[in-house]
């Protein structure tokens, strides 16, 4: 028996090795003809040198690519790992020991500088869990396989350009399995089109430098529409909960959804702000928390679509305000 589990083991050793053997030869050959379209893009050969020097053909990217949850989270359960109690005030700490970078930015973008830190401590608890992939290994190894070949490629080739315009090294560029980077968790596309040389070094560091972190998140809400003077929104009470109001595109104004008995939270009536329209979210369903969303919110699933990830944020900047 021993021997036969031990000829099992070997043998699927053997078939494993010899599948990725071939998986890596296919990869070659493929990066064969990508290096050629991004040399013609622009790309330096000293870059192309530098990013694919060791390049690898990672199984584990593909694998978490396919990974299908066993089950769906509910937002409750979401909520507590999310906005966690050492969150909130790991949170209010941060804001503390940047308050004044951070109300400079904030005054620049027209970005409440909660939000900045929320996005910060969820995206990358604080800049202390970026991801552990070599981004360039990653995008390549997903462009390759081709579920998403033409994402993943273009991202691929923007990741090119950022080594290629010095913000930092192949070696260093180091983000999540998908390709998102440094602490704001950027994608490539994304850095180009958002990230900030706020200390004006020349360079768009997202991965060390927190003032660029902190100004490309700013710059990032503001260029989608950021109001500068308005909350995410709250959550709600609703007398009579009706599935056909639950919808962020439901808009009405504040003082329909008055009529409709929405309350805030503690039972009082809802603001009046003339012209605000706001629709409502329940991420758990009609009998979970209810929250009364404005256009800030849509800003922020601009970011990541999510209705999880966006009421966490607003949650999380909520509380660390709270504690300054």
């Given at each position: 028996m021993k021997k036969f589990i031990l000829f099992t083991f070997v043998t699927l050793f053997s078939t494993l090795a010899t599948a990725q053997a071939a998986d890596q030869a296919s990869f070659n050959q493929w990066l064969v003809q990508f290096k050629q379209k991004a040399k013609a893009d622009g790309i330096s050969q000293e870059t192309l040198d530098a990013a694919f020097r060791d390049a690898k053909y990672l199984p584990r990217v593909i694998e978490l690519d396919r990974k299908q949850p066993e089950s769906k989270m509910t937002f409750a359960q979401y909520r507590e790992r999310i906005v966690s109690t050492q969150r909130i005030n790991q949170g209010r700490h941060e804001f503390r020991k940047h308050r004044a970078l951070l109300e400079?930015?904030?005054?620049?973008?027209?970005?409440?500088?909660?939000?900045?830190?929320?996005?910060?401590?969820?995206?990358?608890?604080?800049?202390?869990?970026?991801?552990?992939?070599?981004?360039?290994?990653?995008?390549?190894?997903?462009?390759?396989?081709?579920?998403?070949?033409?994402?993943?490629?273009?991202?691929?080739?923007?990741?090119?350009?950022?080594?290629?315009?010095?913000?930092?090294?192949?070696?260093?560029?180091?983000?999540?399995?998908?390709?998102?980077?440094?602490?704001?968790?950027?994608?490539?596309?994304?850095?180009?089109?958002?990230?900030?040389?706020?200390?004006?070094?020349?360079?768009?560091?997202?991965?060390?430098?927190?003032?660029?972190?902190?100004?490309?998140?700013?710059?990032?809400?503001?260029?989608?529409?950021?109001?500068?003077?308005?909350?995410?929104?709250?959550?709600?009470?609703?007398?009579?909960?009706?599935?056909?109001?639950?919808?962020?595109?439901?808009?009405?104004?504040?003082?329909?959804?008055?009529?409709?008995?929405?309350?805030?939270?503690?039972?009082?009536?809802?603001?009046?702000?003339?012209?605000m329209k706001a629709g409502l979210v329940a991420p758990d369903g009609t009998s979970g928390p209810i929250y009364l969303t404005y256009h800030n919110y849509d800003v922020i699933m601009k970011w990541n679509r999510s209705t999880y990830f966006a009421t966490s944020v607003g949650l999380l900047a909520d509380a660390i305000a709270a504690g300054q």
């Open positions: 400079e930015i904030g005054a620049a973008y027209g970005v409440q500088p909660q939000y900045i830190v929320a996005l910060w401590g969820i995206e990358t608890n604080y800049g202390t869990n970026t991801g552990g992939f070599d981004v360039i290994d990653s995008l390549a190894t997903l462009a390759h396989e081709g579920r998403r070949r033409d994402f993943f490629s273009d991202e691929l080739l923007n990741a090119l350009h950022i080594i290629n315009d010095d913000h930092i090294s192949a070696d260093d560029m180091q983000g999540s399995w998908a390709g998102a980077m440094g602490q704001s968790q950027f994608m490539p596309s994304s850095f180009l089109a958002y990230a900030q040389d706020y200390n004006k070094d020349g360079k768009k560091d997202i991965w060390t430098t927190q003032a660029d972190v902190f100004a490309s998140a700013a710059n990032y809400l503001a260029r989608s529409g950021w109001h500068g003077d308005e909350k995410w929104g709250r959550q709600v009470r609703m007398a009579n909960v009706r599935e056909s109001d639950i919808s962020r595109e439901n808009k009405k104004s504040l003082n329909e959804w008055s009529r409709l008995e929405v309350t805030q939270i503690n039972g009082q009536s809802l603001p009046v702000v003339a012209g």
